[in-house]
């Protein structure tokens, strides 16, 4: 018979965002198996978006109002018992000129600190609150499907094909950024419509030529403007959703036109603020709505603020991880489809840096995290092929420093486009910037994945997959790789490993060479 739940096995938590537009605030009790129980929603209006998408700063008077509000959360956070806080930053504050010292001051006047958390950020999380909200009600692991949030500062855009991330992208469009980017006094609805259409073609036939938009067949659209027109639309919503007709949507958008924001807070009964929003942000979904086939809009109640509380519930209790894994390999996957890729030779060269990874285990002391940045960085070591095949290595590290890779923060990435640089040629030195710009932690993660990877690239030189399964025997002083006689001639093979053995000798302390038992 289970034990009793007592209120130990119980905890409050709370998440802050910190918006373009607003500041929220929500409260809930975590329980076992990852439960989630909503206690309080709080929200007030900010205007951190006029301030930096206009004048790149955020001003003194706008500083003090936010500081003022997380104030008073941080007397709600006292009043719960909160103990255990997340709070992040957007669009807004990402791009402000002083946000260092506007995050500095929120610490130092209410003792909150803030995260500022990047796209692909925002899109995992955005993605792990989705499938969790519409788990059990619509089978997105099944469908190909678009997942949008309209924000005031900026349009986070994900596409899963069967479940799988093929497509991330951070838009800087929002519903706040639209209007403020428009010259003054040319903010009507024409206007706008022509600015929001034109940048929405240009990034959709720029996704087309990584996947046909044409065969999405679930629009999910997130976000607090997409959830106030789902209500007005549909009533209700029911199993933690919305689904509307992608007709009446587009409808109701071009009712809000010409009506003014004073109008539309009186007629839905919505802060002013909201009602700023509500006609920009309809008019940015409408126009990707009309770049694809879809018939219907499934809107769910969630937002990035439930991913972080899902995570939050997670490490709590103790229950599984969600893997992001999975969907950073997609990602990897779907950007070397776009530069025309050796997808056999990728998917052997990160298999076989899998299994060297894991042989060595306890030599380099790593841990899942850097074990997926290496798949990464073996999944994409020659997509710099596409610009040329000469000093590719580098082309390939410009490429993934300038892509978005869904899983993958700043950091990550950094680490990821120093890897595939070093997989050939010269070894890391102190005149390489971007090396040595890294914290010295993560130059330690590079070398060591680098190392690996120079060898699971030389098993399979000739882009032949002679080479997939392999022993590795440790010596006092050297390693060995034995392959099968299955393998057939391996003699270039053996020459490569021993050419690009240099940096593992030089990492791992002992040399490395390719053996093959015989038949």
Avoid at 445 to 453: D, E, F, G, P, T
Wanted: charged share 25%; net charge neutral; aromatic share 6%.
């Amino acid at each position: 018979m289970p034990a009793p739940e007592t209120a130990a096995a119980r905890e409050t938590a709370a998440v802050i965002d910190i918006g373009s537009g607003a500041v929220r605030m929500v409260l809930a009790e975590l329980g076992p198996g990852a439960a989630i129980r909503a206690l309080e929603n709080l929200s007030q209006p900010v205007r951190l978006g006029r301030d930096v998408f206009t004048n790149g700063r955020i001003s003194a008077p706008v500083m003090r109002e936010t500081i003022e509000i997380l104030r008073n959360f941080k007397t709600v956070l006292e009043t719960y018992g909160v103990k255990r806080l997340h709070a992040i930053a957007t669009s807004a504050v990402r791009e402000a000129a002083n946000r260092d010292n506007f995050i500095d001051k929120i610490f130092l006047a209410a003792g909150i600190d803030v995260e500022v958390v990047e796209g692909t950020e925002e899109n995992r999380l955005d993605l792990l609150a989705v499938e969790n909200s519409l788990e059990g009600s619509l089978q997105i692991q099944k469908k190909n499907c678009l997942i949008m949030e309209v924000g005031c500062g900026a349009t986070e855009i994900i596409v899963l094909s069967k479940g799988k991330v093929d497509l991330t992208r951070t838009l800087l469009i929002g519903s706040i950024r639209l209007p403020e980017r428009l010259a003054p006094g040319r903010s009507e609805s024409g206007v706008m419509q022509r600015v929001v259409k034109r940048a929405v073609h240009t990034m959709a036939e720029d996704a087309r030529r990584e996947y046909n938009l044409d065969e999405v067949d679930t629009f999910i659209a997130m976000g607090s403007d997409m959830r106030l027109a789902a209500r007005q639309i549909a009533g209700p919503a029911e199993q933690n959703h919305y689904q509307i007709a992608a007709k009446d949507f587009l409808d109701f958008s071009k009712s809000l036109a010409k009506v003014p924001p004073e109008e539309l807070a009186a007629q839905y009964a919505i802060p002013f603020a909201d009602a700023e929003t509500l006609y920009p942000a309809t008019l940015i979904y409408s126009c990707f709505i009309s770049e694809t086939k879809v018939e219907s809009l499934v809107v769910p109640t969630v937002s990035i603020r439930d991913g972080l509380l899902l995570e939050m519930s997670q490490m709590v209790s103790g229950a599984k991880r969600t893997d992001v894994s999975r969907q950073v390999t997609n990602s990897a996957r779907s950007l070397g489809r776009k530069y025309k890729y050796d997808e056999p030779h990728a998917l052997n060269v990160a298999a076989l840096s899998g299994r060297l990874f894991d042989a060595l285990k306890g030599e380099h002391g790593l841990g899942p995290r850097e074990r997926m940045l290496l798949e990464a960085s073996a999944l994409l070591h020659d997509i710099g092929i596409y610009i040329s095949p000469t000093s590719h290595h580098k082309h390939s590290a410009y490429l993934v420093n300038a892509s978005e890779i869904f899983g993958l923060r700043k950091s990550d990435k950094d680490i990821v486009s120093n890897v595939v640089r070093y997989h050939r040629r010269s070894l890391p030195k102190p005149t390489h910037t971007a090396y040595m710009s890294l914290p010295r932690p993560d130059r330690t993660v590079v070398s060591k994945l680098s190392a690996i990877l120079r060898v699971a690239d030389a098993l399979d030189n000739p882009h032949q997959q002679k080479v997939r399964d392999f022993d590795l025997e440790k010596q006092p002083e050297s390693y060995t790789i034995w392959v099968g006689p299955e393998s057939g001639d391996v003699s270039l093979e053996r020459q490569s490993v021993q050419a690009k053995g240099d940096m593992f000798l030089e990492v791992f302390g002992a040399g490395v060479a390719l053996k093959q038992r015989a038949a």
